[in-house]
């Protein structure tokens, strides 16, 4: 079965839920996962105070008190594309500490 994965920022999740109907109809499965703040900001070029500084702020905002690693947004993902998610179809998977839910 083919399973079809994306990180949704906030202008993708109207065609997310397009896909999923289309999908839908056609036996394949797909859902979406919702990174947010994780150790892979050190790639946006940021010299490493100012990127302190905006990991510290998003330290404060995130319910679980810290930021994600990479890897842990991976796991989330594999999952969705693995098998083990064949009866999961149609959901955002937040993983962001809480942010979006709490």
């Known amino acids: ?20 109907l289309s999908l839908t ?4 499965g797909m859902s979406t996962s919702g990174p947010g703040a994780d150790a892979g900001y050190d790639l946006i070029g940021l010299t490493k105070e100012r990127l302190q500084g905006f990991v ?4 404060q ?3 679980l008190g810290r930021v994600g690693t990479p890897d842990e947004i991976a796991k989330a993902v594999v999952f969705l594309a693995s ?8 959901i ?6 809480g942010m979006a839910q709490i």
Do not use: H
């Open 25 to 28: 109809a056609t036996t394949q």
């Open 56 to 59: 510290d702020f998003q330290v």
């Open 1 to 20: 079965m083919k399973r079809n994965v994306c990180a949704s920022p906030m202008p993708v999740k109207v065609a997310d839920r397009r896909a999923v």
């Open 61 to 63: 905002t995130i319910p």
């Open 83 to 90: 098998d083990d998610s064949s009866f999961v179809n149609g």
């Open 92 to 97: 955002e998977l937040f993983v962001d500490g």
